[in-house]
């Protein structure tokens, strides 16, 4: 397995804050409980003390066998002290050695304080002590020491502190578990996405990330995926195009070629034929200059690089002007043109050389793929938009081909649209362009019967508010 870096600093911080935070959290409870436990027991011992002094006062032999009794009762161990640290009496029974005994201690009871220490006896025990004067007529006679054995609370503090010690060791242990698996889903996608790039960079760009969170993370990886998706389908039609680019190219230069080639070998038997090679040459040259300016056209397009003059358009004017561009060839194929156009037609935003570029693609197809009748332009309104559409009554294209028309180099049987000196390329220029004046493009064919190409230009919200004012 691999050591994510990035796991380990996080999991490494986070440990080292959480360690912090136990050990203060310990001490304080510790601190709290040991105080309190010490406190306690200050409390009760000097309680005890001033109690026995009240009863040491009478100082007589049932006294003394009472405050043994009390002693007893009370588990405590009392010292009767004179001033120069002589025993009068003490409870328990044996002689016993009073090492605790000091004359600093002995002279601070007899000027009339108490004392409070804690002592530990050769046995390892510990007590804790109260010292108290047995005061009469307002001077100290003897003193009292109070001993209480410290075993209880000891105890109960190491119990404390045993419970204290286990939760923090089960603490640190969930803490460690916790972040060993934040720091693995973290840690984990991140690396699945640096292995996934590392693979794309390289070219694979077929490979995609499965993650399905939903955070952050997620979004990352589904950007990730996005732009693998989007590599690869640039790469593919990247691909196609220059396939498509080398065929169409290489079919007007193999006839270059041949018939060249026939010409300068001097192949030719008489001036006729001669001629007819040479208007094959001729006619080749000029489909190899459309195929490169169409090309030309759309790669600028395609990069966002043409620049469109918008104004307001007078559509009636662009039709009339492009019909008697194209009305020889029509004549010359004994098609009828015809146009109707509306009164009221909406005005809309446009480049009028780009809106005749457009126009003039739709009559050239028109007249190129139809052998008799006539060719229709309409212009009306529709729900407040421009819509003009050119139909016509030639060849029609199969249902099964429509959704393909507008892209590039698509032709419908390639080997007849050849006779006709297309390159595929119109429809998709006339697509962008209509793309980029904001209107749409839509085809509706019946193969046999005819086509119409229909485009719709919303009128324009400024112009719109003109008329509303004029
Ligand atoms: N009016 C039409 N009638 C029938 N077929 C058409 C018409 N317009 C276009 N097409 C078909 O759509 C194909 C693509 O058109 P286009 O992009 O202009 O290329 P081309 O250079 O072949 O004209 C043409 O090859 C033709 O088969
Ligand atoms: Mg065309």
Redesign the pocket.
């Known amino acids: 397995m691999k050591i994510s870096r990035i796991g380990l600093k996080l999991g490494t911080a986070f440990m080292i804050l959480f360690i912090i935070l136990l050990m203060t959290l310990g001490v304080a409870i510790d601190q709290l409980f040991s105080h309190f436990f010490y406190a306690q027991m200050k409390e009760d011992s000097q309680e005890l003390a001033s109690h026995f002094v009240s009863m040491a006062k009478t100082k007589d032999a049932s006294s003394t066998a009472m405050i043994n009794n009390f002693a007893e009762f009370s588990s405590v161990q009392i010292v009767w002290v004179t001033e120069n640290g002589q025993v009068i009496a003490h409870s328990g029974k044996s002689e016993r050695q009073h090492p605790f005994i000091n004359q600093k201690d002995l002279n601070r009871m007899f000027s009339g304080q108490s004392i409070d220490f804690i002592y530990n006896d050769s046995s390892g025990h510990r007590y804790y002590i109260s010292g108290k004067p047995v005061v009469k007529n307002q001077k100290p006679q003897s003193a009292l020491y109070i001993l209480s054995s410290m075993n209880k609370i000891d105890d109960s503090i190491r119990t404390v502190r045993k419970l204290l010690f286990l939760s923090a060791l089960g603490a640190f242990l969930v803490a460690l578990g916790m972040t060993f698996i934040m720091t693995k889903l973290l840690s984990q996608p991140l690396l699945k996405m640096q292995k996934v790039t590392d693979r794309m960079s390289k070219g694979d760009w077929d490979t995609r990330l499965d993650i399905r969170q939903k955070d952050e993370m997620g979004m990352l990886g589904q950007s990730i995926n996005n732009l693998a998706q989007s590599l690869q389908r640039y790469r593919d039609t990247r691909q196609e195009f220059f396939a498509n680019i080398s065929h169409e190219l290489r079919t007007p230069i193999t006839y270059l070629e041949g018939y060249s080639k026939v010409l300068t070998d001097n192949l030719v038997e008489n001036e006729a034929e001669k001629k007819k090679y040479l208007t094959i040459i001729h006619q080749e040259a000029i489909r190899l200059q459309k195929l490169v300016d169409d090309l030309f056209e759309l790669s600028k397009m395609e990069e966002g690089k043409i620049e469109l003059t918008m104004e307001r358009l007078d559509m009636k004017d662009i039709i009339l002007n492009t019909l008697s561009k194209v009305k020889l060839k029509a004549e010359q194929k004994n098609i009828i043109l015809k146009t109707e156009l509306h009164q009221d037609i909406p005005f809309i935003l446009g480049d009028s050389y780009r809106m005749e570029q457009i126009l003039l693609?739709l009559l050239e197809?028109?007249i190129?793929?139809?052998d008799q009748g006539e060719i229709i332009v309409q212009l009306v309104s529709e729900n407040s938009s421009l819509v003009l559409s050119v139909s016509?009554t030639?060849?029609?294209?199969p249902e099964e081909e429509l959704p393909y028309?507008f892209d590039r180099f698509?032709?419908?049987?390639k080997s007849r649209?050849r006779d006709?000196g297309?390159?595929?390329?119109?429809?998709?220029i006339v697509k962008k362009l209509v793309d980029l004046q904001g209107g749409s493009i839509h085809v509706e064919?019946k193969l046999d019967v005819g086509?119409t190409?229909t485009l719709t230009f919303p009128q324009h919200e400024e112009l719109e508010s003109l008329e509303g004012s004029s």
């Open positions: 693609n197809n028109a190129k793929y139809t016509d030639g060849q029609g294209i028309i698509y032709r419908i049987e649209s006709y297309g390159t595929g390329l119109g429809l998709s064919s086509t190409f």
